[in-house]
């Protein structure tokens, strides 16, 4: 049986990532999580204690981190800063986490000789313009735009440097957006979802042209799961599940789905530096590990994710108010 730590596993991946693991392998599996506001223990309720510990520890904890790592067979890192808007506000806990966090890990790794699987994001490519044919591929050049994407860039470059340098075991993945339950309130589709569940109206960012390449949660899991077992040290795999929809058109599908009018929603103030389109060309993926997304239908899954927003309010309730505060100080 293989021991498994994964870092961040009470945020909206890595706890969806956790309980795929325990539905689809024998492996045991330790959390840490320092349980940011973005980390929810409730996430992870009901798992089986014989298979699942939680480690409450921040990843910057050098001596925590080696004890845990020590005692693993394979890290996968998800733990991060992850919101945009929150990097524009403040980006010092994504230097810290992002970067410094990453770095612990990484050393930790090198010293117990641990295979290593980094996950990250596409916005560290920058973003295309909306009539481009291209998509990104492994090889499109980094040009991050915001602190956040520059962190996430950041740590891609550690980990590449420790797998040169060092010999460090270790696989990237770089995800589009994702989509599912246990998502925080404070990213877009929960957000209106939660919105219009609240009596009130979705919150365009300007114009609500941008686009966004979305994948269901556990499309991602399937994909890390896979290129932890099958991907190549040192490679990196681009995840996608040719997901292309603009935001206007999620906005008004929600609210389809939700019985309201289509365009029963508000416009508000742009982000700034906001990336106009990310799109992800995931051949290496599928060719080589033979990946396949089994969320093919973006509607579907987006009105399960509508379902457990409107069965689990319990879950989302607590943070609505406070992130509804915070984005109300910016006009948003
Ligand atoms: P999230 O914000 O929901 O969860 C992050 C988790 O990390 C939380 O549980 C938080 O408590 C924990 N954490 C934060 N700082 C920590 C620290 N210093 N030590 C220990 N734990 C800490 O994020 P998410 O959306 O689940 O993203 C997970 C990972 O996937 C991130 O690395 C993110 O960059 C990447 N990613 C996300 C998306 C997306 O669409 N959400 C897409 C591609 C890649
Ligand atoms: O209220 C909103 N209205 C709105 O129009 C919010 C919260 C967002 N938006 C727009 C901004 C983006 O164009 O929706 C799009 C998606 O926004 P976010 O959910 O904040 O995601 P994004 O900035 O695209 O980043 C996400 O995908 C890549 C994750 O948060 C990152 O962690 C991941 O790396």
């Known amino acids: ?30 959390v840490l999580d320092k349980l940011t506001y973005a980390g929810n223990r409730e996430s992870l309720r009901g798992l089986p204690k014989n298979r699942f510990t939680f480690v409450l520890g921040d990843i910057c904890d050098a001596s925590l981190v080696h004890e845990l790592v020590r005692r693993n067979d394979l890290v996968v890192h998800f733990a ?9 506000r403040d980006p010092s806990t994504f230097i810290s986490t992002n970067l410094v966090g990453t770095y612990t890990l990484l050393e930790a790794v090198r010293r117990y000789g641990t295979r290593y699987h980094h996950i990250s994001t596409d916005e560290v490519y920058g973003d295309l313009a909306l009539e481009d044919p291209d998509r990104f591929t492994e090889s499109s050049p980094y040009n991050p735009s915001s602190p956040y994407s520059a962190t996430k860039a950041g740590s891609d470059h550690l980990v590449r440097a420790w797998v040169r340098s060092f010999g460090v ?17 404070e990213k877009f589709i929960p957000r209106q979802i939660t919105n219009v569940l609240d009596g009130g109206r979705p919150r365009l960012y300007g114009a609500g042209l941008n686009v ?12 890390v799961l896979l290129i932890t077992t099958e991907g190549k040290i040192g490679e990196t795999y681009l995840i996608g599940a040719d997901g292309e929809r603009n935001n206007k058109e999620v906005v008004e599908t929600i609210l389809e789905l939700l019985g309201q009018p289509r365009d029963a929603y508000d416009h508000v103030n742009d982000r700034a530096g906001h990336d106009l389109r990310y799109a992800i060309d995931s051949t290496k993926l599928r060719m080589e590990l033979g990946w396949r997304p089994i969320f093919s ?18 879950w989302w ?16």
């Open 317 to 332: 309730r607590p943070q609505k108010a406070q992130t509804e505060a915070t984005y109300a100080r910016v006009g948003q």
């Open 212 to 223: 966004r390449d979305w994948i269901h949660v556990d499309d991602h899991s399937s994909a």
């Open 1 to 30: 049986m293989t021991k498994i730590l994964v870092t961040g596993g009470a945020g909206f991946i890595g706890s969806n990532f956790v309980r795929y693991l325990i539905n689809h392998t024998d492996t045991s599996v330790t």
């Open 297 to 314: 239908d973006f509607n579907t899954g987006l009105a399960a994710t509508i379902e457990w927003y409107q069965a689990n309010e319990a």
């Open 169 to 185: 075991e270790a696989t990237l993945s770089n995800c589009s957006n994702n989509y599912g339950p246990y998502q925080h309130v």
């Open 80 to 88: 991060a800063e992850s919101h945009n808007d929150n990097s524009l």
